[in-house]
């Protein structure tokens, strides 16, 4: 099984691009994968009903696990931005033998499902990659249009030549879109969440310094590809 877990900390993430272009590439088969939205607003009513009914299967829905940074159980006045803990949340709830991760706002490439499954046969992290873009409209799960702007592209593109995987080092692992087998995250006990304090980051390339270091290999993988609305970041 695989669990593709969706993360957001946004009351509006746009989450229908990622139901759709996911159900576009399944064809509605969803019996060897699990659906893990990690959601920072999943209590606030009527939330999970608001979502499923732009889903096209049942998914797993769950606020991120009690942190200090944020959240009704922080120490701090104000919230922090907390990755680590929310990817630790989603590996806590996942029942697959491998893990994807999906970041809001963001639209899967027609091809994603196909990197997935490849990385899955191949026994490596598959290191997805994205671009921001402006005025991204997306229509039942495909991009209709959108705008590039030169601060959207990802900076890791002179690394592949073509469509195949690419041996890359874990330092570029960002955390927008990948996959990898759970028993590597659980070895390496998933994402530092002392990259939480005070929002620092930095856990996605961290997390991948220490796949390769406890021999987990990593490639990088254009199919595993997501476009992400550059204006989303800055709506609630």
Known sequence: MLSIC?????????????????????WG???DKQIVVVDYFRDE?????????????????????????????????????????ARNTAICHA??????FVDDLSVLGPQWLDGVKDAIKGGYVGMGMYRKVKQLVVEHGRVVSHSDWAGGVDSRMGYVQGMEPTPAPGTLLFGCSLVGPIEAFLRINGYDEACDSTGL?????IAGMMLNANGCPTMLDKRIWTLESEEGHVQD
């Open 6 to 26: 969706y993360m957001t900390f946004r009351r509006q993430p746009n989450i229908k691009w990622f139901f759709d272009s996911l159900d576009n590439q399944t």
């Open 45 to 85: 009513p009527g939330r999970t009903e608001s979502l499923a009914a732009l889903a096209h299967a049942p998914f797993k829905h769950v606020a991120p696990k009690p942190t200090v940074w944020q959240g009704p159980h922080k120490l701090t006045r104000s919230e922090y931005f907390a990755a680590a803990n």
């Open 29 to 31: 088969n969803y019996g």
């Open 201 to 205: 980051g930095s856990e996605d390339y």
């Open 95 to 100: 029942c697959g033998d491998h893990i994807a």
